[in-house]
């Protein structure tokens, strides 16, 4: 654990792996499931194959679509999902489905109005491949899309691999759990909003614990990381979507997340999106200030072109901010005392973020972060146990 926070402290940018080293490891380095071709690549010749990937797809420098097509594996089409094949797209924009201008291959956008692949879209199609950099928290939608990728699998018999990668909030869990009521596509399974499991390690649980629709299991496959486990530091290569431009962002994007359900601005259209927050009310209460503006993946950002006031947390980092390895809720509490306008703070957003009412009346009671934490507690302790039978790595210490 030691060995883990000292390097937390070395991981605010993100490595592209140059193209000459994408495929070789050093003895002990973590080995991504798409890495480890030799492990399913018989599980693919011969078949019609399905991907469903984006920009994090990636064996080294290359594209797993392309790895596969260089050995003669028979990829048909590929899935999408939010913010698009290429990972450049807003969060909740509509993308139409296209095709790959490299190999002219079809690209079906699962995401909008067309979140689960239809029997049509997997005609003809044997196996699909999952291979996409999750970053652990439950309302970031590539766990959700996953869902319904694995259901229209079990509906049409099609076989479902998951090429695991390693979650880089994988060493804890943390969150209230959501609520049936709650259930949306930020939040379809009675989880914390930190779940720490990998993809693999959580189609396992949607599998095992009967979530997808009429009790169906699909015939699920995976391909494990090696060297990897939940006490594991693992930087990842390329961004897993537009506004988690680097390690911070991502370990504090299950906090911040949390003021997408309210008035305030957690940075996007500025060069620090999930890494400061701030309103144009908070003038006078801090000093630090930004304007959001309109960019590639943060078009027409909340609050666009108003100068906000609030906290940069990046500059916590080098005051071990990243050794506070639990969600964090003393932002948003102290965020809403500051608000001139506490009736208009959260949005009906916000509670499906959360996957519950609570949380809203918590804050609005005036509960400080320690107190509301200590209500999630016998709820967290259940949920470990559910997670703790899906689990395909050491675990972290508790």
Known sequence: MIKYLLLLNFAFSFIACSPSKSTAKKQGEIQ???????????????????????QSSRIGATHLLDSLLSIGINVEKIFSPEHGFRGNADAGAHIDNAKDNKTGLPII???GNHKKPTKTDLANIDILVFDIQDVGARFYTYISTMHYAMEACAENKVQFLVLDRPNPNGHYVDGPVLEVPFKSFVGMHNVPIVHGMTVA???????GQYYLKDSLQCDLQYVKCENYDHNSFY???VKPSPNLPNALAVYLY?????????????????????QIFGHPDFEGIYDYSFTPESKEGATHPKLEGTKCFGKDLSVLQKQGIMKTIKLNLTWIVEAYKNSKDKAGFFTPFFTKLAGTEKLQKQIEQGMSAKAIKLTWKEDLTQSQQIRKKYLLYKDFKQ
Do not use: D, H, W
């Open 235 to 237: 930087q990842l290569p």
């Open 254 to 274: 299950p906090s911040l997340c949390l003021f997408e359900g309210t008035v305030i601005s957690v940075g996007r259209g500025t060069n620090k999106p999930f």
């Open 201 to 207: 390690e959580y189609a396992q649980m949607i599998n």
């Open 32 to 54: 991504v499931g798409a890495e480890r071709l030799n492990e399913y690549k018989e599980l693919l010749v011969g078949k019609r194959v399905a991907l469903l990937v984006n």
């Open 109 to 111: 956008s699962l995401y």
